[in-house]
């Protein structure tokens, strides 16, 4: 229970460039090799279809590459769990069951719905044009992919903030109704995190059109590292850093020392075919090798595969028993269960309890019941209620398979297991 949980998604629409590699895998990659962390790092393919529906060839391609880049560049599949999102049918599950919780005028307030309607008000068009459900309902499905595995943070860049806020607002509405089934997840925002001019100065991104793809072949690197724009100092004049996209991205690159003497080598009046050559040099030097599982992998899918299918086994451990309690919870239920749940109270917070009592023998009782009232544990009396306390306490704690000294004076009721008494208590100490 008490090992951080940290959780991110990576949307399946676009081929990873530098700006993704500085900016997001490269931090990750190295936060997921810490100790006392439990990572999950997800394609999150469902959400690529809000971007990129009617191209289903470029998001399988997308899918195959963001995968294989995580993997080349150190993401370790078996410390981590990396899967697909589509590979875990109890996230639309989860989805549904957040749907109708989440009010829609949450919704009406996110950001990315907003700048559409504003968009549309600008040219006039109809308020909701070229907005589908799936934008819409695009926070549901993040906070289910956050809430499915009870992450505590979720490292997320600053246009994701509100989608966090968004889930837990969702945690709590449910547990309030339902009993406390998720945890409430932070944002984990990284304001140290470069971010890499592009060919053209602006910000990396795809949508100026300005990229270096990560695993360009190597030529191709350098061809496009040549085409970084600068200003026209002449060899022999002393140039600016300040302000420079080639210093910038060499300094994403490079050690401390590195960038000092890169920094004193512009001063010097560097030519700029000579620093483009040295930016390519310190580039390709850390990324050759990682290009090089890239280009196996991508080979391979077969592999890539293999990988996610073991990642989505890895994730469903944890997510068909918690979609299995929260169908339960909200009232999906085998029937033949019908008349014992009636004790609305009781099902409410869905788990099991301790009831103490006194009996006209005078002594003191305690049982066990489950979460749909079933008596799995009872007592026989106490003299005194400290004992009956202690008995319990002791069952809380550590279960009743490994408290046999408690045995003789505490029953399992006919047709319970030991193990299904163990299974309650453990249900109790983990909500607690
Ligand atoms: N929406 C996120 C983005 O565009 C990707 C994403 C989907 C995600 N599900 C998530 C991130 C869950 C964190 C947690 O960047």
């Known amino acids: 229970m008490s090992t951080l949980r940290v959780l991110t998604g990576i949307t399946t629409s676009g081929t990873p460039h530098l700006g993704n590699y500085v900016g997001a895998i490269r931090p990750a990659v190295r936060a997921s090799q810490q100790a006392n962390v439990e990572s999950f790092y997800f394609l999150a393919d469902y959400h690529a279809l809000i971007k990129t529906s009617g191209d289903p060839a470029r998001i399988q391609r997308s899918t195959l590459e963001i995968a294989a880049t995580w993997i080349a560049c150190g993401l370790d599949p078996a410390k981590v769990t990396f899967y697909r999102q589509s590979d875990i049918p109890e996230i ?194 850390e990324i050759a090798p990682l290009r090089a599982t890239y280009d196996d992998l991508m080979g391979h899918p077969e592999r890539v595969e293999a990988l996610l299918q073991a990642g989505a086994a890895k994730a469903r451990a944890i997510a068909t028993p918690l979609a299995a309690r929260v169908k339960h919870a909200v009232g999906l239920r085998p029937l033949q269960a019908a008349s014992a749940s009636t004790t609305a109270k009781a099902d409410k917070a869905a788990l099991p309890t301790f009831k103490q009592y006194r009996e006209k023998d005078g002594l003191f009782y305690f049982k066990l019941a489950s979460a749909q009232g079933h008596v799995l544990l009872q007592s026989s009396g106490f003299a005194a209620p400290k004992e009956c306390g202690q008995a319990i306490a002791q069952l809380k704690t550590h279960g009743y398979s490994a408290s046999p000294a408690l045995h003789p004076q505490c029953q399992l009721s006919d047709g319970t297991s030991a193990t299904d008494a163990d299974t309650a208590l453990q249900t109790l100490r983990d909500a607690t």
């Open 92 to 285: 639309p599950e989860l989805t549904w069951f957040l749907t109708c919780i989440c009010g829609k005028g949450l919704l009406n307030r996110a950001h990315a719905y907003k700048a559409m309607l504003d968009k549309n008000a600008a040219s006039g068009a109809e308020p909701d044009d070229g907005v589908t459900a799936g934008l819409f309902m695009y926070p549901v499905l993040m906070a289910a992919d956050i809430l499915m595995f009870n992450a505590h943070q979720v490292p997320v860049g600053r246009d994701q903030i509100q989608h966090i806020e968004m889930a837990r607002d969702m945690a709590s509405s449910f547990n309030h109704l339902y009993g406390e089934h998720f945890t409430l997840p932070e944002a984990l925002v990284d304001d140290h995190v470069a971010t890499l001019p592009g060919l053209d100065g602006r910000k990396m991104s795809k949508s100026y059109d300005n990229t270096i793809p990560l695993f360009a072949p190597r030529e191709q690197l350098k061809k496009l590292i040549l085409g970084i724009v600068t200003d026209s100092k002449m060899p022999g004049e002393a140039k600016a850093t300040e302000g420079s996209a080639l210093f910038q991205l060499y300094q994403a690159f490079a050690t401390p020392a590195e960038t000092a003497a890169f920094a004193q080598a512009f001063a010097d009046g560097i030519a700029w075919g000579e620093a483009k050559q040295q930016l390519f040099d310190r580039i390709d030097r």
